[in-house]
Antibody, heavy 124, light 110 residues
Framework: EVQLVESGGGLVQPGRSLRLSCTASGFSFDDYAMHWVRQRPGRGLEWVSGISWNNDSTAYADSVKGRFTISRDNAKNSLYLQMNSLRAEDTATYFC?????????????????WGQGTPVTVSS | QSVLTQPPSASGTPGQGVSISCSGSSSNIGSTTVNWYQHLPGTAPKLLIYSNNQRPSGVPDRFSGSKSVTSASLAISGLQSEDEADYYCAAWDDSLNGWVFGGGTKLTVL
């Protein structure tokens, strides 16, 4: 059974940093691209970032480009999101999601498994 | 404002059918496939329809998807109370070089 478990969320002040983790099990983690998707309070799902199976290629939404960095450690079956210069509008629940493709840029792909999310609150 | 446009709400009574639309453009729906996700707040989103009209294993055939040019639709027949959830369409956007989602449609089973 595929399992994705996010951690690392919490309350953080504006301008500070936070690192989210997603631990995967139940599949060959190093075969698939992975993504972060967030849901701000009262809003819909928003794709944040994606990474290819081998760390070779990454992609970011304009709203986080230059502030967030996605990475992965295949030896640890783990996905990360380093969030710097956090803003109030980054307050959201962050989900990790598994792609059916191996590359982050896969127009005909889709997210076949998701975690339950970890909440991030950016407030002073 | 989401790149893909969905109605914010939809409703139906048990046993009825309902359809949820998703409107995009040539850079997203018009050039690739559409996926649909079901999300109950507080839980993990679930893949409902992929590649326009394909159902993952375990998704009832009451759920179906279609696509025409730059729009897509999710149809649910024989509504059940457990279908109450938020529904999102999604597609890759070639101009933005990333995934885009609709704003979500909250389905209420009356």
């Amino acid at each position: 059974e595929v399992q994705l478990v996010e951690s690392g969320g919490g309350l953080v002040q504006p301008g500070r940093s936070l690192r989210l983790s997603c631990t995967a099990s139940g599949f060959s983690f190093d075969d698939y691209a992975m993504h972060w998707v967030r849901q701000r309070p009262g809003r819909g799902l928003e794709w944040v970032s994606g990474i290819s199976w081998n760390n070779d290629s990454t992609a970011y939404a304009d709203s986080v480009k230059g502030r967030f960095t996605i990475s992965r450690d295949n030896a640890k079956n783990s996905l990360y999101l380093q969030m710097n210069s956090l803003r109030a509008e980054d307050t959201a629940t962050y989900f990790c999601a598994k792609d059916i493709c191996s590359t982050s840029r896969c127009p005909r792909g889709y997210f076949d498994n998701w975690g339950q999310g970890t909440p991030v609150t950016v407030s002073s | 404002q989401s790149v893909l446009t969905q109605p914010p709400s939809a409703s139906g009574t048990p046993g009825q059918g309902v359809s949820i639309s998703c409107s995009g453009s040539s850079s997203n729906i018009g050039s690739t496939t559409v996926n649909w996700y079901q999300h109950l707040p507080g839980t993990a989103p679930k893949l409902l329809i992929y590649s326009n009209n394909q159902r993952p294993s375990g998704v009832p055939d009451r759920f179906s998807g279609s696509k025409s040019v730059t729009s897509a639709s999710l149809a649910i027949s024989g509504l059940q109370s457990e279908d109450e959830a938020d529904y999102y369409c999604a597609a890759w956007d070639d101009s933005l070089n990333g995934w885009v989602f609709g704003g979500g449609t909250k389905l209420t089973v009356l």
